[in-house]
């Protein structure tokens, strides 16, 4: 049985969004700027579509026209920050260009993720019973593995759809994936015990 409520997890992710934006701009030289650009951006791609899959429908269900509209806003800021990341992808890391980009992402991400937090996550877990919040946090957790892990702009946001694009997609991510350079797991644990996370 789950002990970890919906709220509690995306609260979870919103920590290491930011944590992962602290170590690139921390970072002393290129490769290590690259390796934490590549974690943010694949943390914020999977966090992002797997809100748009588990708890935005739940924002409407819940909720109603006060959740539909959140759910729409929602949305409407993800795709902003994945056309932001899209465009940081496209650039080289070490830029000026590179790092204001990076910077818009987390500006738009911090805004987003204040109301997440003061409002729509706390009011729909007023709403869910509490085996139903540990049940969304485990489908939560799950989607995060099988979703893009690359900002996809373009793309639907709205199950069933996205649902289908980011399998489509998925393939090809995990292949850029591959040859792409990330903080080695000791750094990122290192880095989360340091925060606290």
Partial sequence: MATTTLKESVFHDHREIELFYDQFKKA????????WSNQF?????RHSVSEEIVVYPLFEKKLGEEGKNMADKDRADHREIKTLLARAENLSVGTNEHAETLS????????HMKGEEQHDLPL????????ESYNAEREFQRTKALVPTRPHPLAPDKPPYETLAGFLALPMDKIKDLFSKFPKEEEVKGAKAKAGI
């Avoid at 002393?28 to 390796?35: H, M």
């Avoid at 951006?41 to 791609?45: D, I, L, Q, R």
């Fill in 28 to 35: 002393a030289d290129a490769t290590n700027k690259e390796k």
């Fill in 104 to 111: 818009k992402v987390m500006g738009a991400l911090a805004e």
């Fill in 124 to 131: 729909l877990e007023s709403k869910l019973q509490t085996e």
């Fill in 41 to 45: 951006t694949w943390e914020v791609a």
